[in-house]
């Protein structure tokens, strides 16, 4: 398992995932003579539910016009004469970089209003803003400085109060790209430190001693509900491992999600979880708490080549192909096109972001759109049949 990872809005790397194989244990029921008392039958397995059923049998479905015109009404509008990349959004906010004038920064969109600068990057061709997180006080971005993924990068953690941006760490040598996390006042990010591995780290985003917690062959950490999680290289494949975000320490994985192996481009927000399994036919596979097991969402399909970017934003599951993004609704088992060609999706918390380019984005001419809008007041998609 490699330890760099596929976070960046325009950096996807492709990952091998092997095949999941699921056991089947056949009951057996003892007889006996006439005057022995039978063996009760073995329970029923559980029965998905109608969601999980439905789910199963996803397909795809044009884009609705309501969702067309939120999304065009949700339109960013970066300053004059500045270029805008989304970076990442979350509840009420939106991280861009801007470049114009010579100058590039990292900025923050707060519910609509207009971009706050954050930091301004060292380098305003190379360096980029490649993910970030915000709890409402802080904000941590991670910058990646230079073009290619194995470019150093740095954390930077700015402050409300002050306004001011510190540098919290920096990574010269191979590792995971970095996807920090900020919750409850603490950061969380993977760092490689050599042979291979990597440490996932904990710090106090107002200041403080980074703390190791685990270290490993891993991916970038995420947050999935009360839990901090990553892929972790198990022998011949891989795992998912877990620790409290409260203790710090090991903590268990729902069953179902326990018992996964070789899979990738996980996320969760502690009550759906949503991963890529198969290789070379991938599956969008999908299962949240009180499902019986894990349902094949999206299979044999454009929206399952190339999956990436997977991100859980309550009844929507999103992702990225090489080709374009799509949407999953959990509650009508329909998935759908979200941006045209080359676009990517963001976000959580109920906010959703998507980015793209109107013309080609290699020219002069192209127009970058970002377009923001709240999840949980898009309509549902149409259902399958």
Known sequence: ???????????????????????????IV?????SARRAPDPAPAPRPSPAAR?????CEVPLPGPWRTALDAGALRPPDGARAVLADAGPGWTAVQLTGDGRRSAALVSRGGPPRMLLTLADPVEHQLLAADFDGRHAVLAVLEGRTLDSPWSLYV????????????????PGPLPRPVLRDATVYWAQGVGNGRATVYAAPAAGGTPRAVHTGVMDAPFAAGGLLVWRESA???TRLTAVSRATLRPAPLPGPIAALRDVRAVASDGTTWAWVAGEPEQRLMVWRTGDARPAAAVTRSPGADGVDQVRVNGRLVTWRTPETSYALDLRSGSYARITPPYGYAQGGGGTLAVAYSEGNAKTAGARAVIQVVRADRLPGLPGCG
Not at 5 to 24: D, E, Q, V, W, Y
Not at 30 to 34: A, E, I, R
């Open 54 to 58: 439905a789910l199963a049998d996803a």
């Open 1 to 27: 398992m490699g330890t760099s990872g596929s976070h960046g809005p325009a950096l996807p790397i492709a990952r091998s995932a092997a095949r999941l194989t699921a056991l089947l244990l056949a009951g």
């Open 30 to 34: 003892l007889t006996g003579c006439s």
């Open 158 to 173: 700015w402050d409300s109060g002050s306004g001011r941006a510190r540098r919290l760490a920096r990574a010269t040598g």
């Open 235 to 237: 022998g011949a494949g």
